[in-house]
């Protein structure tokens, strides 16, 4: 069941609606969500065209991969694989994918942070420890999710 929902994942990316349309738009989302974020904490310097938030110290461009849309998806096929009742699934599938949307615009404001206070450390964190960190966020929600999930449906048993 993982691997099919992960290859219909990956085939729905590949067609010309989610390149063309839905992509572009997401990536201009999280975009002006973190810029109105960055704003809110002061960075009135900072301006936002597009993808891009630029400041006069250093700048950052949300591109593919920067989306949080894999993650989500490694997630929500985890989820909806899981033994369990689809009602329980389907609120973890929506739920997790909205706390791994948020926590990626932290990670986009960090990375301008990173960008603007910390040049040299930019692509450490981007390459390095983002990618990996999110994945592994993805992952440890998901095993969390299921563990609570074990053990409420034990409980429901035994009662």
């Given at each position: 069941?993982?691997?099919?929902?992960?290859?219909?994942?990956?085939?729905?990316?590949?067609?010309?609606?989610?390149?063309?349309?839905?992509?572009?738009?997401?990536?201009?989302?999280?975009?002006?969500?973190?810029?109105?974020?960055?704003?809110t904490f002061g960075y009135e310097d900072m301006t936002?065209?597009?993808?891009?938030?630029?400041?006069?110290?250093?700048?950052?461009?949300?591109?593919?991969?920067?989306d949080a849309l894999d993650p989500c998806a490694l997630f929500v096929a985890a989820v909806l694989s899981t033994p369990a009742?689809?009602?329980?699934?389907?609120?973890?599938?929506?739920?997790?994918?909205?706390?791994?949307?948020?926590?990626?615009?932290?990670r986009i404001i960090t990375l301008f942070l990173t960008a603007v206070h910390w040049r040299s450390a930019f692509d450490v964190m981007h390459l390095e420890v983002w990618q990996a960190l999110f994945i592994i966020l993805a992952i440890v929600l998901w095993m969390t999710w299921a563990s609570w999930e074990r053990r409420r449906r034990r409980k429901i048993v035994v009662s």
């Amino acid at each position: 069941m993982f691997a099919v929902l992960m290859g219909g994942y990956y085939f729905i990316t590949t067609t010309a609606t989610m390149k063309d349309d839905f992509i572009p738009w997401f990536l201009g989302q999280n975009a002006r969500a973190s810029a109105a974020v960055l704003h809110t904490f002061g960075y009135e310097d900072m301006t936002r065209r597009g993808n891009a938030l630029t400041s006069s110290r250093g700048a950052v461009t949300v591109e593919r991969g920067c989306d949080a849309l894999d993650p989500c998806a490694l997630f929500v096929a985890a989820v909806l694989s899981t033994p369990a009742a689809f009602s329980s699934r389907l609120l973890a599938a929506i739920g997790g994918a909205c706390i791994l949307i948020v926590l990626n615009l932290v990670r986009i404001i960090t990375l301008f942070l990173t960008a603007v206070h910390w040049r040299s450390a930019f692509d450490v964190m981007h390459l390095e420890v983002w990618q990996a960190l999110f994945i592994i966020l993805a992952i440890v929600l998901w095993m969390t999710w299921a563990s609570w999930e074990r053990r409420r449906r034990r409980k429901i048993v035994v009662s």
